[in-house]
């Protein structure tokens, strides 16, 4: 059978062929497309079995591993996700059989991961986590993704609302954070990390909020760290890109508090979640 492996977002759909040769990956057939999640249920359906056949090249002899963001009872395929606008009219819903009906196979041949999971799961079976035993996996962006890989085992860690400071973590470690902190200390307005690049942007005020990001990473992965003896962290979402510009003061925290270790950009990107998704057909 080919394995499909698929990514699901809030407004975004990626899918590939996915070929798993000891510990390295090669991808067919890619596709992505965006997609109004805030439609009716059959739309987005619809949307998303297209692209995932376009992947499988038509092919009912598929095994098609999914990763999606929570809530979401992985097991039975059923969205618990609510209150966020984005896939409202799927809460409560098998997403598992409205695609086993659109796509015209059977229950057997889905599987669903949390997407957290399934970025750590790609990127330690062929990607920057390779080389670690013990480690954890974020995913920095809008939100804050999180996973735990100890040994063989990867789990969604939920760090998102670990408490932190005066509120919990996802408030210091997405976008939302940087569009904040820009305004709150220097009155300036930006929609997110790439505008601190911009050639035009005051290099000292970036630096200064860079800093202080880096900071507060490492402030807040220290205890995970010690407590779950881990050797590196591997980091992904679209703040990650920014990371040459924050990871040396995260690392210089770290070493001042006696933990210092290996903090890795992830290499596979997007492609990370197909390879962890397919995982659990292997």
Request: glycine share 12%; hydrophobic share 40%.
């Amino acid at each position: 059978m080919k394995l499909i492996g698929v990514d699901i977002g809030g407004s975004h759909i990626s899918a590939a062929q996915v070929e798993l040769k000891e510990g390295n990956a090669v991808f067919h057939h890619f596709h992505e497309a965006d997609v109004n999640t805030f439609g009716e249920q059959n739309a987005i359906v619809s949307a998303w079995s297209k692209v995932i056949l376009q992947a499988a090249g038509d092919s009912k002899d598929i095994q098609v591993g999914i990763a999606m963001p929570g809530p979401f009872n992985y097991e039975k395929g059923v969205s618990l996700i609510k209150d966020q606008g984005k896939m409202a009219s799927l809460y409560q819903l098998s997403i598992k059989d409205l695609l086993v009906s659109s796509l015209g196979i059977s229950s057997a041949q889905i599987e669903f991961t949390n997407d957290a999971e399934a970025f750590l799961k790609g990127e330690s079976y062929a990607g920057a986590g390779k080389d670690f035993q013990n480690s954890i996996g974020l995913t920095l962006g809008t939100g804050l993704g999180s996973a735990i890989k100890v040994q063989e085992v990867v789990k969604d860690a939920k760090l998102w609302t670990a408490p932190f400071r005066d509120g919990i973590a996802e408030d210091y470690l997405g976008t939302s954070w940087f569009v904040k902190y820009a305004f709150g200390q220097f009155g300036i307005k930006i929609s997110g990390v790439k505008d601190l690049l911009n050639k035009g942007f005051d290099s000292g005020v970036s630096k200064q909020i860079f800093a202080t990001f880096g900071k507060t990473l490492g402030e807040f992965l220290f205890p995970y760290l010690i407590r779950l003896h881990s050797e590196g962290v591997v980091l992904g979402g679209k703040v990650s890109l920014a990371s040459d510009h924050y990871l040396p003061t995260t690392q210089a925290y770290l070493e001042r508090m006696g933990y210092p270790v290996i903090i890795k950009r992830s290499v596979l990107g997007e492609k990370s979640a197909l390879i962890g998704a397919c995982l659990s057909f292997v």
